[in-house]
């Protein structure tokens, strides 16, 4: 079968298509570009089958990683915390305790698993009720794009 879907433009977007399909594959649903609250966007958030919260962030070069001043933050609103990055990536800058997928436009593979750091019950409700409504969100403007303009009267 072949893979008749445009590569998306940017690094960042290659890299979150593998890794979503790599998620897929582990029977997790998947929302990119995600706030968990205000101030914060996640590159790849996904919900696994068992109500597990993991959050990826992308990571194209170097410099895009000591850009990045906000991934801490991220830790509080997810299960496990992963990097996604190419096979070019100079992993020694990444922090020893979080995940790491090696990545592609086309497929990911997790070389380390993430320790896990349960949220609490109230806050994992939050999460999911969160994702939820985004993802229907984003369901309904893709069934009917006029729909964007009438939510927000």
């Known amino acids: 079968m ?4 445009p590569l998306p ?7 979150a298509r593998g890794t979503g399909r ?21 590159d790849l958030i996904s919900l696994g089958p068992k109500g597990e919260l993991w959050v990826i962030e992308c990571k194209s070069g170097r410099a895009d990683f000591r850009a990045d001043r906000k991934w801490q933050g991220y830790l509080d609103w997810c299960d496990r915390y ?10 020694d800058l990444l922090p020893e305790d979080t995940g790491l997928i090696h990545a592609d436009a086309f497929g990911a593979e997790i070389t380390r ?25 984003r369901l309904q ?7 964007l303009i009438a939510g927000a009267s």
């Open 141 to 147: 403007v893709l069934c009917d794009p006029e729909a």
């Open 82 to 91: 992963f990097w996604a990055v190419d096979s070019d990536f100079p992993v």
């Open 9 to 15: 433009a940017m690094p960042g977007q290659r890299l």
């Open 2 to 5: 072949s893979d008749l879907s």
């Open 22 to 42: 790599l998620l897929r594959s582990l029977d997790h649903a998947v929302l990119t570009e995600f706030s968990p609250v205000r101030g914060l966007r996640v």
């Open 113 to 137: 698993m993430a320790p896990e750091h349960r949220l609490s019950a109230p806050r994992r409700t939050k999460v999911q009720r969160d994702f939820a409504r985004a993802a229907a969100l």
